[in-house]
């Protein structure tokens, strides 16, 4: 009984370690990505999301807007690897980096009006202690002129002091809606 005492101690602290495992890092699950999805979720570890939302068109600016929502759990925080929202073609190189138009901030059981405005990219999001979650709203707006198919990969996030990647969300051009949307 002895001699197993100190291998179930190393198994026990074994398993104490870091046991997130990210689903797919590359939202398009067919090569043509032909399945129209309205928004997707991808999880960090400690509880914390980030989701994309599809693609509302600017006509007047002759670009394109796109939402992407981080939800925070309260106690947590999330630092950013780096300060740009990449816009690439599919698994291939970089088109542009999209520009913040605003961020705001918002306790989920707060009222939607209480809002705080923040225009660029902040580094770090921190959650209220007053909510259960706090939700931070990027406001992007691609500029340029688009590919049938594109990607666009919010910056790598450090929490705890460790980093993790992001998903890589797509796009593409449904040619029966005349609009771009987000695809599987």
Sequence with gaps: MRKAAPLALLLALASCGDTYT???LYQ???ADCST???ADTFAFPRGIT???TTVLPQPAEGGMEIGVNYMLPRTTQVHFATAHFQVSQPKGPLIENA???SVYQRPTNGKPEIVEIVNGVPLALYAVGTSDDTQFRYRLIIKGKMPKRFDLTPPDVII???RY???TFTYRWFEDKQAYGMCH
């Design 99 to 101: 520009t913040v138009l």
């Design 165 to 167: 990647v992001s998903r």
């Design 160 to 162: 705890g002091e460790k």
């Design 22 to 24: 990210p689903a797919s």
């Design 36 to 38: 129209p999805v309205d």
């Design 28 to 30: 398009a699950t067919s």
């Design 50 to 52: 980030v989701a994309a």
